[in-house]
């Protein structure tokens, strides 16, 4: 099992060095657990799948507290079947395969449990579960349970958007990638974040 | 059928509204093709599925050319299921049913005949061909294109870095996106694009 995300946080600022520098900070508490290389374009962050969206989370929130418009984008994956095994990945709790409806209420449960933040956010993100034939019905189960999570906007084409306080929205993000999809299979997770934007949240 | 993409600028400059807005003048000569629609986390651009990275082109090196560090992010997609057909996304041009290996070549073949834009730029992105039983077929075959592309430079978890002339990157962009995966299958394809940025290019 290989589990982890690309990474890019984008403050929209001259001072981006800066913010970013400060932001990263947030991640050392998560070092023992992960693998982390950067380069140019983005940050690989390799650990266990339950770590993920919290580290994101707190990247991005301590961003985000700069009062500037910043984003945050990511590419997520698990069980990709070309990546090799990493005992740093290992699930740290058992997630057993439970019929979808099943997973939907459990999905909800986890969320009602998150720690809020004190920053709203708004999100948008395509989930993949790869190389299964009915793809469609585990992303309609997705869809079911983002629906009932507190913190759903709208779908959109190709995605769905999210919006709330940080702490539930990360949580609904790190409940559709590790209960959707084959919990040994491939999944990925196409994510944006975004705060303090000057455009009002209407589509035009 | 139906094709677009979800796309986001991300100028680093306090004036990235002023880049922005300066920039999106590149996509006038599409808009005839496309609709478009705006909110405050990503832009929407449904329209033929060989329009869509000539557009992002435009747009990223219209922004790119103001020599602050851009980024670009987005989502795109072909052939999903779960969105309604629409006359605007017709292909352009028959994209026949071959073999893998005649893909590869036909796509080879179509990155040397694209035309310079002059700005260099990095690209990472990772293709998903979704409902098919061998998908990492697809993806292998995709990733010796890429290697035989002349604008590959490593492999990453999880994704393919590009870098190049915006040019060349973007025509293999959209081979990849249209010639791997069924024809008329489900292909998401989750790209980053980055021009200016202060940090090396090298792997840390």
Redesign the interface.
């Known amino acids: 099992m ?1 589990s ?3 990474i ?1 946080l ?5 001072d ?2 800066g913010i970013i520098l400060k932001a990263i900070k947030a991640l050392d508490p998560y070092r023992p657990h992960f693998r982390i ?6 940050t ?1 962050i ?1 650990g266990p799948p339950e770590q993920l969206f919290p580290a994101m989370r707190d990247l991005f929130v301590a961003a985000a507290q700069s009062g500037v ?1 910043c ?1 945050l ?1 990511a ?1 997520v ?1 698990r069980g ?4 090799p095994d990493s005992p740093l990945c290992t699930p740290q709790t058992d997630m057993p395969d439970l019929p979808l409806l099943q997973r939907i209420g459990a999905a909800r449960e986890a969320v009602t449990l998150a720690p809020r933040t004190g920053q709203v956010i ?3 993100f ?1 989930l ?6 009915h ?2 019905d585990e ?2 189960g997705c869809i079911d349970f983002l629906k009932s999570s507190g913190v759903f906007d709208r779908a ?4 769905t ?1 999210l919006a709330g306080d940080a702490g539930p929205v990360f949580a609904t993000l790190s409940e559709a990638f590790l209960r959707f999809g084959a919990p040994e299979g ?1 999944v ?1 997770l ?1 994510l ?1 974040v ?1 705060a303090n ?8």
């Open positions: 290989f982890g995300a690309q890019s984008y403050p929209m600022s001259d981006f060095v290389e950067t380069d140019d374009v983005s690989l390799a418009h984003t984008s590419a994956s990709c079947p070309g990546e708004a999100a948008q395509s993949y579960p790869l190389g299964v034939g793809h469609m992303i309609y959109k084409n190709f995605c958007r491939h990925a196409d944006t975004s934007s000057p455009s009002p949240n209407a589509p035009r």
